[in-house]
């Protein structure tokens, strides 16, 4: 599995953002609207839009160069309540800087999400799967009546925030985010760069798109010369803020790919901040004197910035998110904590005795490899994902179909290994069975499984 293992280094990197900085298509249409109630909002409001502001005036204005203050003396703030056609959707027009309070609560919530996994030293891939069957499963309408915000659906406590390391983290990744966003913003008014903001069925041209990244980029070099200035080192915000972008939007062959994108992220745009990181590293060490090797933070963020930027060109790493968002199932995912905190998330058993989450193991003549399998059924198909090891190599479930009591289904990894596999139930609900691939007709046994459900 030579060739599978470099696939899977992003779900192993991806899994470690904080590490020293101690911190087959979409619908046409996406509507986020509604995703919080005003009672979610006005925690934003209450806290967040008071902050900006006082980070514009006290911190961003004052190192401004004079040229600088004559572009951006005149620029407003706007805090809508809601902007539905993106989870995240920072933009500006003409000289209004325009920053949904539904946006600005789910980057919040990301960051939350974040610094309590990494406090706790939960896995991160819980987060991974969340995002992904958000985007691939709310605009469809199929998560509204589940209990689908963050909190409850990853198993963070209201009082997160109490614990000391928590906030302290939460609000590093936090700060730093609304920072570079808030700078970026800056940046396209000052360059008085052109919008490019679409309609839900217009498209934007091959030049329109040139410019637009060109704009980007330029916005962002903007932004961070803005936040050396300040002394604020920002790529831990950074490396959250685009992991989540990269995680939200479309990928090159999904239907609404670049049909009304406000900020277009590309993998050159994400690797354009990463050189700035390896290039200024000594720069931004001396930002934060006295830190152990603090150069090295930042060549490490670099790291992390690239094996994002390899989501937005690998098609085998967009197809393992896609695959995983589509089947998922929002209520078999979670921290630890989540069925404690939140039981009445939990559903009972399905009746489907092949659907659900099972963990086990896979062997051969030789060794055991830990495996679990999550399997939903959709209109009698059984599909779903798999993975060898706690972070290993994803599989993908497909087509999946009952016979009495034994499930026969597909499985692949990426585009090189493939094959099929077959399981019966017992009587005490484990499955157990075997799988292959198959080439020119003949079976070679990959090993037999033997799995439990999670109750």
Known sequence: MKKHSVLCMWFLATLEIFGNLSVSAQPKQSSWAGFYDNSELAVVEKFTISDIKAHFNQNIWPVLTPAERQILRDVQFSFPIEASDHPMNFFRFQKQIILPQNSLRFLRDICLAFAYANRNQYSEQVIVDYLAILKYQWPLGHLQKSPYNFGEALGIPKNALENQEVNKQF???????????????????????????????????????????????????????????????????????????????????????????????????????????????????????????????????????????????????????????????????GFPTKKKLYPKTLQATSKIPFVGEFFGKTFDNKEQIPLKFSLTEYNGIIRGSGSLLENGPTLQIKDGHIKKDTLFFGWHMGDHYFGEGKLVRSKNGKLIGRWWTKKSGKENTVGTIELRPVM
């Open 171 to 333: 609000g590093s990744l936090y700060t730093s985010s609304i920072y570079f966003i808030l700078c970026h913003e800056l940046g396209h008014v000052f360059y008085n760069h052109g919008g490019y903001m679409r309609t839900s069925d217009s498209k934007i041209t091959k030049q329109e798109s040139i410019n637009s990244q060109i704009q980007e980029k330029q916005a962002d070099a903007f932004s961070l010369d803005i936040l050396q200035r300040i002394g604020a080192p920002p790529f831990h915000g950074i490396i959250t803020f685009f992991f989540a972008i990269s995680m939200l939007e479309p990928y090159p062959d999904e239907i609404n790919f670049r049909s009304h994108l406000t900020h277009p992220l590309t993998s050159d745009r994400i690797l354009a901040v990463a050189r700035n990181a390896e290039s200024s590293s000594h720069q931004y060490a001396r930002l934060q004197p006295g830190s152990k090797p603090t150069e090295q933070i930042f060549l490490d963020a670099a790291k992390k910035l690239r094996i994002i930027a390899d989501i937005l060109s690998n098609g085998g790493m967009q197809e393992i998110i896609r695959s995983r968002g589509q089947n998922g199932n929002i209520d078999d995912i």
